[in-house]
């Protein structure tokens, strides 16, 4: 199995609602990704997760919480949106070892979940 | 740190014409090198990389692309192009650490004209 599923595929929601994304992989990957991508635009890093553990945090506002509830999974958790967080976000994953020296761990992204927020 | 520009936003091609997606690259330490491919309403699929070794990268579907370090560049050719390449093409950067994040392009359309 060498791919990375999101759920939902589309997502409509409130500024005051809350919603998750959710990100799910078997390869027995140990890094996981969150990217958000608007229109046009190549995608933009938010969150690495290496071992579980929150690794990087490209400052991304607080109304988005990642979660790592295990090594397979990847959650994002939406509150408080504004219509300009509306943009497909991409979930990734690699292996997460130290790379041999000229390898590279190469991400596998996920179909993406469109988000709109009205 | 490093940096992508690819040189063309848009580029229309005629089914099975030749075509050459442009990319340049900056960076004061030696970095990998990929092109990822994005079909509409899907997320992004590596269509070929760099990492070391010979310069001429084959790829999936046809893509190859050649590495000039003299020229930075990473410019992506396929001979003859089908209606089905229709997508975003995306050049990405990463240094050589582990940790080192990828940088991708502003992407460039390929627009299959039939």
């Known amino acids: 199995d060498t791919e990375v599923t999101q759920t939902p595929k589309h997502l409509v929601m409130g500024m005051t609602n809350k919603k998750s994304l959710k990100c799910e992989q078997h390869?027995?990957?140990?890094?996981m990704y969150w990217y958000k991508q608007k229109a046009k635009k190549p995608p933009e890093l938010m969150f690495v997760?290496?071992?579980?553990?929150?690794?990087i945090n490209e400052s991304v506002p607080s109304r988005f919480s990642p979660e790592c509830p295990n090594s397979s999974l990847l959650n994002l958790h939406l509150h408080a949106l504004q219509p300009e967080d509306s943009a497909l976000y991409l979930c990734?994953?690699?292996?997460?070892?130290?790379?041999?020296?000229?390898?590279?761990?190469?991400?596998?992204f996920g179909p993406g979940t469109r988000l709109t927020v009205l | 740190a490093q940096s992508v520009t690819q040189l063309d936003s848009q580029v229309p091609v005629f089914e099975e014409a030749p075509v050459e997606l442009r990319c340049n690259y900056s960076?004061?330490?030696?970095?990998?090198l990929f092109w990822y491919v994005q079909y509409p309403n899907q997320g992004l699929q590596l269509l070929l990389k760099?990492?070391?070794?010979?310069?001429l990268v084959k790829g999936i579907n046809g893509f190859e692309a050649e590495f000039n370090k003299s020229q930075t560049s990473f410019h992506l050719r396929k001979p003859s192009v089908h209606i089905s390449d229709t997508a975003e093409y995306f050049c990405?950067?990463?240094?050589?650490?582990?940790?080192?994040?990828?940088?991708f392009g502003k992407g460039t359309r390929l627009h299959i004209l039939p």
């Open positions: 990734a994953s690699s292996q997460g070892r130290r790379p041999l020296r000229n390898s590279y761990n190469e991400q596998f």
């Open positions: 390869m027995g990957h140990r890094a």
């Open positions: 997760y290496s071992y579980e553990k929150l690794s």
């Open positions: 960076s004061s330490v030696s970095v990998y």
């Open positions: 760099y990492l070391s070794g010979s310069t």
């Open positions: 990405a950067v990463t240094g050589r650490n582990r940790d080192d994040k990828i940088i």
